[in-house]
T-cell receptor, first 108, second 119 residues
Framework: KNEVEQSPQNLTAQEGEFITINCSYS?????LHWLQQHPGGGIVSLFM???GKKKHGRLIATINIQEKHSSLHITASHPRDSAVYIC??????????FGTGTSLTVIP | DTAVSQTPKYLVTQMGNDKSIKCEQN?????MYWYKQDSKKFLKIMFS???????INETVPNRFSPKSPDKAHLNLHINSLELGDSAVYFC??????????????????FGSGTQLSVL
């Protein structure tokens, strides 16, 4: 069993829909990362959370430390949001645990 | 200016060869990383390194070795390449200093990746 589990694995949405991607982890962490990888291959860090909630434009990330769970929300989704979203947990010892990614396709 | 740059972007080579991938960051970060992404897009950390400590993922074969001439560079050397080494390799950095740090120091900045194909 992977230390970080993401769901769903694949997600197709209509443009404008509200999207949620979930991440659960089983290890102790100091930070939870949400990464975005576009079809071109580059990886961008969207959020890094240690508690609470962060918002950047149409993206919102939340984390519940007690439940070891994080969610990434996309409001008013757009085709340019189509990408793979990866959840990763890190600890102070520089260990990184990655989820298997969620492939999102937003249809116009 | 690219924050984390790695070269080459593509590397095609024969089995058994030795190759290197270079990585440089101009962010003044203290920690650099190498990750491997397999054909299923699953990322795994290979190494993390700052000027004090190298942490090796124990699953990484010793044919892989990181070399850091200075804080801004972490190159990846691979000896005796095997077919299974074909993957995309990403370099990354974070501000994270060796000793006490804040959570926000862990934010990762990635290079654009090197696609390695071993024939």
């Amino acid at each position: 069993k992977n230390e970080v589990e993401q769901s769903p694995q694949n997600l197709t949405a209509q443009e404008g829909e509200f999207i949620t991607i979930n991440c659960s982890y089983s290890v102790g962490i100091s930070a939870l990362h949400w990464l975005q990888q576009h079809p071109g291959g580059g990886i961008v860090s969207l959020f890094m959370l240690s508690s609470g909630k962060k918002k950047h434009g149409r993206l919102i990330a939340t984390i519940n430390i007690q439940e070891k769970h994080s969610s990434l929300h996309i409001t008013a989704s757009h085709p340019r949001d189509s990408a793979v979203y990866i959840c990763a947990a890190s600890n102070t010892g520089n260990q990184f645990y990655f989820g298997t990614g969620t492939s999102l396709t937003v249809i116009p | 200016d690219t924050a984390v740059s790695q070269t080459p972007k593509y590397l095609v080579t024969q089995m058994g060869n030795d190759k290197s991938i270079k990585c440089e960051q101009n962010l003044g970060h203290d920690t650099m990383y190498w990750y491997k992404q397999d054909s299923k897009k699953f990322l795994k950390i290979m190494f993390s390194y700052n000027n004090k400590e190298l942490i090796i993922n124990e699953t990484v074969p010793n044919r892989f070795s990181p070399k850091s001439p200075d804080k801004a560079h972490l190159n990846l050397h691979i000896n005796s390449l095997e077919l299974g080494d074909s993957a995309v390799y990403f370099c990354a950095s974070s501000r994270k200093p060796f000793k006490r740090h804040r959570a926000e120091d862990e934010k990762l900045f990635f290079g654009s990746g090197t696609q390695l194909s071993v024939l």
